[in-house]
């Protein structure tokens, strides 16, 4: 029925021609830029609907190709497909879109249409990003994405914006400068920018591991891992809300889905020979960064940091598999691993979306992040603080949220590849629910700290539909995420075959 | 199998759930008495519909119901599912559990009458009694892993109920980290079950447990530890937590912050027995591995005595019962270590009535001293409220173990059972639990002796005001009285030697002590006879008669003794100093560390060094490289010829 609708191309393009007349309608009529901004996002949703309902879960074949020449001297195509990793990233992508543009519809006084383009752009781009299976096309995607965030962070940022943004764009740029070497070294060895071309190009192991390396560098900036971390928390406290939104719930996922894309299936040997490093550096995220959340004083920063432990046990569940597949000779508990990751991703995406949704909804009343600031909160604000305690008990992963499920299967699962990774990989069960329990404490609990907290006005509509939609969203995949792993099962499993087996020449 | 009895199932779990949603969800537009009217429903169907279930498997001898409700998850041949074992283990605790809950909800309409939120506490406790239902009726350890967290998340939200005091949102949190620590454990635990055993189905698991009782695992290079030691240890770090083991036991003294009725039955009458009651269905492991059991036993004993006796210095009356629970636990644990797992459970029924009675009696207490919970500042209080002091004896008589009473019957056959026992360690938990006996019976008469009898110690316009408390407090105070005298006669026989719990507890031959008190057993009256000549009695009548020497005959003998071995008394009041050294070593070392890594590692290294150090040198190296740019002529002309002259250096001299 869809067979023959660009489905892919219109929920690229719908947000991104939205987006650009926004631009043109001007400054001058505020509201329309409003409703424009949500209306497109509310169709990009809608257009997802189709690509859901039509998605064959039984197959990992790409789905909804579309297939045309760009730039015929270098074999570049314009061509797209998604198979159950990209789906779910993009209908996460749609999801959060809407949720960051309601999110900007108060807090946001200047400059409301551009802001609005930028988001749609955004979120045209990301479908972009997602949907891409010529190499040179996800690149430019890769790279454009960076324009809008660099903006959104840059124009309505908070005070120290310019450095936030400048820092945001030298640590991604650069690490995507080794990402375009990586896309032509590989061109020139398979004539070919198709990425799932790439899949069955046999590459020495030297190559694949200076392969796996330029990767490594593109990759782990966006996701963020430690050490390249340090620019999160940054762009973070300056973004606005909705840009947070974004930032966390999709952009971070763009670190996570390179490696799903390019480094295991393109260079699996020069994987293994790294998993080590992408291990420990996985555990230092989860242990390390979990201890620095635990001292922070700003919330977006705590919040911030949460993620990035987070998103250390996404890159856990990705790179256990090899040692598991050696333990035990079959890809099952790999499997658990590596779901575990990309449901970690998903989930991820809601809960720190709607923390920053709910450090937002405090930082428009009261105009501060500090901690310190607020107490008592529930007094004046008891609707928000129900919503807010089921988002802390979800970044808590506490059983029956959205949370619980990634880190879970990724903890059985490490105790096949080394039972200390799991040890140190559940450390998170008590770091995660301290820093997150703590603030929330200290902010929601206790009796009203300050005048500011005595004169705040619970949330109002617009902000129990945005925290409500998540809310469904975080319990529904807690209590029954098999939807999730219907749509993910074929994909993984058939990537997994794919990098169980060597490539080396 | 009759087709009608899996919606009974159903119905037992979804009645509290849907209750709790409307209360929490529309308490404004139902109001107060919609709130409470709504949840005793829900949780009344629950209790109706456990007690068709305990029929149906229990006395009709149906079906053990084992099957999936939904499948939760497929991730590649793994299909994880929520579904419910129904055997004779988990019918004894819906019933118990669905009615101790119920009668809590109805109390809780008295106790927290003038509350402003109290459409959210009838939400919590019927989420509380949903979740509960769910652990213990889970037929695979994710569903275990649901309830066991679920639990724990409502019993945070109720210990913080008054969020305004600091004190009570501290012990939330502690509450919670507390489990989760043993949480770690737990979680692990499941991890290595799924590792070997390839599946979390409890049923599948204990088929293939015997197969595995050799496997080793290589926790270091080089070393072989035995696999069921190793889950067993694991899973019951989580029971630690949960069930308030030593040394992960602080937390529920604390849990006194929140009031009274979530007191009763989240930390005394059935949350806290989720570990037990957790060993005890993992019987077909723990069996498997006496270094497990032996720990269970020896833990057990050490909290059963050394945690009883700081209910002897505490002076805040809901803290005393706190102790005590520890206590308890602390016997049923033994109970489990020494394989009797059966009188475990069975000591678990009897104390969740009688020591929920011992904690709504208090409750009554306390409304009648408007919120005082001090003992210094009660006394006498026997005359003024007749029902809440009888049945308050009442409830210290079971506790202690006065023959005839259900606690008799429960805790000798725990310490008979650890007496035969044996594994390590026995020899010592039983001298402990012996003991403990005399220890237990002196707080609980302390506590009596000082609130009800002696003098008044409280002001004229407290007096003015104390009377007994209004009949929805009451009743459930003489519900639950009458099972704490008559409970233990009736169900020892069945229990403990008659085989009430089938195939759903399993004992080794070697192990089975119950099996050999049982050649001795002559019937309920046979015991309370044996019983009142017996050991525990004695140690018991022993610690009837301190508390009364030292609290109505000679009051002044507290303070002396305090006075005269201030040592141990000051190790008694600060609790061993359990409190202390994890506030300062882990909550004070965690932050230090967060500090640490934050400033050194985040701030210091890598932005101060690595990331704007990189970019200041590319600043400094540009400045130094810009000055070369002068723009005068001869500057360049001076650079080209000095070029020129190195580079015909080069080739003349053939470096390259």
Redesign the interface.
Known sequence: MFATTPLLSLVIWTPILGGVWALFAGEEQKHTAKLLGLVVSLITCALCVPLYIGFNTSTHQMQFVEFAPWITTFNINYHLGIDGISLLLILLTAFTTVLAVLAGWEAIEYRISQYMAAFLILEGLMNGVFASLDSILFYVFWEAMLVPMFLIIGIWGGPHRVYATIKFFLFTFLGSVFLLVAILYLYFQAGSFEILALYDLPIGLTAQKLLFIAFLLAFAVKVPMWPVHTWLPDAHVEAPTGGSVILAAIMLKMGAYGFLRFSLPIVPDGSEAFDWLMISLSLIAIIYIGFVALVQHDMKKLIAYSSIAHMGFVTLGFFIVFRIIDNTGSTEGATRGMEGGLMQMISHGFISGALFLCVGVMYDRLHTREISDYGGVVNTMPHFAAFMMLFAMANAALPGTSGFVGEFLIILSSFEANVWFAVLAAMTLVLGAAYTLWMYKRVIFGDIASEGVAKLKDINFRETFVLGAVAVAVLLFGVWPAPLFEVMGPSIQHLLQHIAQSKVM | MADYMRYVYLGVVLAPLLASIIAGLFGRSIGRAGAHWVTIIGVGIAFILSSVAFNYIVFDGGEVFNGAV?????????RLVIGFLIDRLSVTMMVVVSFVSWVIHIYTIGYMHDDPGYQRFFSYTALFTFFMLILVMANNF?QL??G???VG?VS??LI?FW??R?SA??A??KA??AN??G??GF??G???I??YF?TLDYAQVFQQAPLMANTT?E?LRGTAWPLMTVICVLLFIGAMGKSAQVPLHVWLPDSMEGPTPISALIHAATMVTAGIFMVARMSPLYELSATALSLVLVVGAIGAFFIGVLGVVQHDIKRVIAYSTISQLGYMAAALGASAFSAGIFHLVTHAFFKALLFLAAGSIIIAMHHEQDMRKMGGLGKYMPITWITMVIGGLALSGVPGTAGFFSKDAIIDAVGHSNLPGAGFAHVALLVGVFVTALYTFRLIFLVFHGPERFGAEVRKHVHESQAVVIVPLIVLAIPSLMLGAILVGPMLYEGHFGHALLVLPQYDVLAQMGEDYHGPWALVLHGLIGLPFIFALLGFGVAWYCYIKRPDIPKRAAERAQIIYNVLVHKYGFDEFYESFFAGG??G???L??RV??VAL??GL??NGSARAVGWFSSIVRTIQSGFLYHYAFAMIIGLLLLLAIFVHGIL
């Open positions: 939904y499948t939760w998850l497929v991730s590649g041949d793994t994710l892993l649901f066991w967290e679920g998340l945070y939200l913080g969020f305004k600091e949102n501290q939330s949190v919670f980290l989760r620590i949480d770690f979680v692990l499941i991890a290595a799924m590792t390839h695992i926790l965690a932050r560390v967060g500090n890594f934050w590692g985040d890598i932005d690595a990331v």
